[in-house]
């Protein structure tokens, strides 16, 4: 039986108590919503329901709309990829704020600019995060100063960041190489190996072919796990062809 997708195990009373009831629409409870945001970015849970409320909380009604909980909640969604929650962040978004600034039909609305310009460059790491482009995605992020302060509120994001990569490498990978592995991590030496042993759970091989620690190894799971597989076909004749 699957996760339900309005589950959220630290989810405080009051926000469950709105979700649930018809204050959930009401514009008041906007300032509860950032506030809960705030929340998660500092004690590093993670609500994407509660999120997507408060942005359709925006998108009834505009003036309500604050920047910095929208780029929060889109940073908070790229913690959890490959998970679909940065796509229906960005559905929740009004259309002029998803448009490039310099192929926009219609000008954005007045202090919309940096918004759309912030939507844009997270929207450019989580194409890197779905292409499984890892290294590309740390050097992105070191690129300029505006994703230094995008990610400032999130609370470990780095952290958070490298165990979802290496969730998803060792769900498809059981041999590495440490270098491909260390630009994927952004990691080297010491803090590579105690993340890669002590995090993971996984070991680094001495006898790689490219020298000392050049392997790393995963150990096997269902997800990596090879299997066979059987494929049965029935293929049926007509009569008519037996008499030929």
Same mark, same amino acid.
């Given at each position: ?55 359709? +909380? ?29 796509? +229906? ?91 491909? +592995? ?63």
């Amino acid at each position: 039986m699957g996760i339900a997708f309005d589950y959220a195990p630290d989810r405080p009373e009051n926000i469950d108590a709105i979700l649930n009831g018809l204050d959930r629409y009401n514009p008041e409870t906007t300032a509860v919503f950032q506030d809960y945001v705030t929340q998660q970015c500092e004690d590093r849970t993670y609500d994407c329901y509660a999120n997507l409320a408060l942005l359709k +909380l925006y998108q009834f009604n505009p003036p309500l709309a604050r920047d910095e909980p929208t780029t929060n909640i889109l940073v908070k969604a790229l913690t959890v990829f490959p998970s679909p929650d940065f796509s +229906l962040c960005l559905h929740l978004l009004p259309p002029h704020i998803l448009s490039p600034l310099s192929s926009s039909s219609s000008l954005p609305a007045a202090g919309d600019a940096p918004l759309s310009e912030a939507v844009q460059k997270l929207t450019t790491l989580n194409n890197l995060l779905s292409s499984a482009s890892y290294a590309k995605f740390w050097s992105t992020l070191d690129s300029d100063d505006l994703y230094a302060d995008l990610i400032a509120d999130v609370s470990g994001f780095e952290e958070l960041m490298r165990v979802r990569i290496a969730v998803t490498v060792g769900q498809s990978m059981r041999v590495v190489e440490r270098g491909v +592995l260390e630009s994927w991590l952004n990691l080297q030496g010491e803090v590579f190996e105690h993340f890669v042993g002590e995090v993971c759970g996984w070991g680094v091989d001495d006898t790689g072919a490219k020298g000392k620690g050049a392997i790393v190894r995963i150990p096997v799971n269902k997800e990596n796990e090879a299997k066979g597989t059987v494929v049965r076909e029935n293929v049926n004749f007509d009569r008519e062809c037996y008499l030929l």
